[in-house]
Antibody, heavy 116, light 110 residues
Framework: QVQLVESGGGLVKTGGSLRLSCAAS????????MSWIRQAPGKGLEWLSY????????FYADSVKGRFTISRDNAKNSLFLQMNSLRVDDTAVYYC?????????WGQGTVVTVSS | QSALTQPASVSGSPGQSITISCTGT?????????VSWYQQHPGKAPKLIIY???NRPSGVSDRFSGSKSGNTASLTISGLQAEDEADYYC??????????FGGGTKLTIL
């Protein structure tokens, strides 16, 4: 079955960096777009970024443009999110999501906490 | 990109039907038939229940249905059950090739 397992979350100070990873299995990873989506505590869902199946097309939400970088390694069935210049309002659960113009399968999420 | 507009909360009694609206713009909901709905129980990841306006993934109850008119999409849940109590989010593809979510609707079963 489709599985997406995120890792790399944790506690970091403002201005710091984290790299999230997502291990995919159960489907042909290289054939799908992938996205990162987050959910701040008690808040709604926020789409952050997607990457095309080849990695050649990437889009970001304005809230993370210039600070976050999405990438993928199709040989290792892995998706990444490099997060720099972290702010307190980046505190959230970060979800790795399979994307077919819209998210369909979701991981369980990894928690990122940014403290001042 | 502004979030899609959903009511903050709706409620209904077991067996009744409810409808949740999701209002966007000519650059998202109105432009494409790429609208999806997600159900999220507390502490869990969202689950896809409707895709491309009115399609149900395998395994999703036929009590869930979707529709769209102009810039407003809707999710209808018929025959409400206790386990339907959850948060519901709509999402649309946009003309900028991004995705935008609604603010979420909390469904309470009375």
């Amino acid at each position: 079955q489709v599985q997406l397992v995120e890792s790399g979350g944790g506690l970091v100070k403002t201005g710091g960096s984290l790299r999230l990873s997502c291990a995919a299995s159960g489907f042909t990873f290289s054939g799908y777009f992938m996205s990162w989506i987050r959910q701040a505590p008690g808040k709604g869902l926020e789409w952050l970024s997607y990457i095309s199946s080849s990695g050649g097309t990437i889009f970001y939400a304005d809230s993370v443009k210039g600070r976050f970088t999405i990438s993928r390694d199709n040989a290792k069935n892995s998706l990444f999110l490099q997060m720099n210049s972290l702010r307190v309002d980046d505190t959230a659960v970060y979800y790795c999501v399979r994307d077919r113009r819209l998210p369909d399968m979701w991981g369980q999420g990894t928690v990122v906490t940014v403290s001042s | 990109q502004s979030a899609l507009t959903q009511p903050a909360s709706v409620s209904g009694s077991p067996g009744q039907s409810i409808t949740i609206s999701c209002t966007g713009t000519s650059s998202d909901v109105a432009y494409y038939d790429y609208v999806s709905w997600y159900q999220q129980h507390p502490g869990k990841a969202p689950k896809l229940i409707i895709y491309e306006v009115n399609n149900r993934p395998s395994g999703v109850s036929d009590r869930f249905s979707g529709s769209k008119s102009g810039n407003t999409a809707s999710l209808t849940i018929s025959g409400l059950q206790a386990e339907d109590e959850a948060d519901y989010y709509c999402c649309s593809y946009t003309t900028s090739s991004t995705r935008v979510f609604g603010g979420g609707t909390k469904l309470t079963i009375l």
